[in-house]
């Protein structure tokens, strides 16, 4: 029987540890400045990327490279595996459909492999979450089929909750018009954000002023966590270069909720691009959205 791993995209934010420790594939996705592309062996530190997006430079994100794709799994079925590959939503990036293209070219070319992409409808630490169920899954001893039917399922109760600090990044994605992010900027709102059951955003409101704001992300979680959450499950924050509000939250989510596994990271440059500097996010399992 053949042996199968987990690939996943830079999209997933997953740390550099974990990504080490369950020997991640990681597909890149691309980011630039003006003509200079980044994002796979060219790389920008998170803090000078949003350094110099509050300075005024405007990046541009790129979807994944098909040959590059092509390249890292077929280096893994040379060796014999199968592939379970977790994508960043098809509701927000072109990436899903080239990995189903590559991977549908690569399954011609070698008939007794196996290659399932699965749309994670989900974005950043999201998409990690799934890496380590997966992960423990196999470990579990479960097989193949088993652990793509079980990722199906639990992605259904990932929710990604998040807000950002500048509302001008949202309005040059086409996230909210121009209107809404000069008013809303004039009044200091902050949108409180998420992923829907279809991998798109949607507004859940606004609240006046940064703290609000980050309340808001908690309270949220706390109305859509199961009614026993499992507090051994991890929850995922991610951030904009805003540590200290990362540690903030952190801190108020296991003293409030229990929860003691808290991954905080970065948020990719790809993903940052439309967030901005101090956007801020809360990932974990919850009810079925």
Do not use: W
């Not at 995209?9 to 974990?18: A, E, H, L, R, V």
């Not at 996705?29 to 990327?49: A, C, H, I, L, N």
């Not at 977790?86 to 927000?92: G, T």
């Not at 003691?260 to 901005?276: L, M, R, V, Y």
Request: net charge negative; aromatic share 8%.
């Amino acid at each position: 029987m053949r042996d199968y791993c987990i690939t996943t995209d830079s999209n997933s934010d997953i740390p550099q540890d974990y990504a080490e420790a369950f020997h991640t594939t990681i597909i890149p996705q691309y980011y630039s400045f003006g003509d200079t592309v980044y994002g796979d062996e060219r790389q920008m530190p998170p803090e000078k990327f949003y350094e110099r997006m509050k300075n005024g430079a405007l990046p541009q994100s790129q979807a994944c490279n098909p040959a590059v794709i092509e390249s890292r799994f077929r280096s893994l079925l040379d060796q014999g595996m199968d592939i379970i590959h977790i994508s960043f939503s098809s509701a927000l990036s072109g990436s899903y459909n080239n990995v189903c293209m590559v991977a549908g070219e690569l399954s011609e070319q070698y008939p007794g492999a196996k290659i399932t992409v699965i749309d994670s409808l989900n974005v950043s630490l999201g998409e990690t979450l799934m890496v380590l169920r997966a992960n423990f899954l196999k470990k579990g001893g479960y097989p193949y089929e088993k652990t793509v039917e079980a990722l199906e399922e639990f992605k259904k109760h990932i929710h990604v909750q998040f807000t950002v600090n500048d509302l001008f990044h949202l309005q040059r994605g086409g996230r909210v018009s121009k209107t809404v992010a000069v008013v809303g900027s004039a009044l200091n709102l902050k949108p409180f954000l998420y992923v829907t059951a279809e991998g798109g955003l949607a507004s859940a409101g606004t609240v006046r002023g940064r703290k609000k704001s980050l309340r808001a992300l908690i309270d949220r979680m706390k109305e859509t966590l199961e009614a026993k959450p499992d507090v051994s499950m991890p929850v995922g924050i991610v951030h904009g270069n805003c540590p200290d509000d990362a540690a903030f939250i952190a801190d108020i989510i296991k003293e409030e909720l229990g929860f003691t596994d808290i991954i905080i990271n970065e948020i990719s440059p790809s993903i940052g691009t439309h967030a901005g500097p101090g956007a801020i996010g809360i990932i974990y399992y919850g009810q079925v959205k």
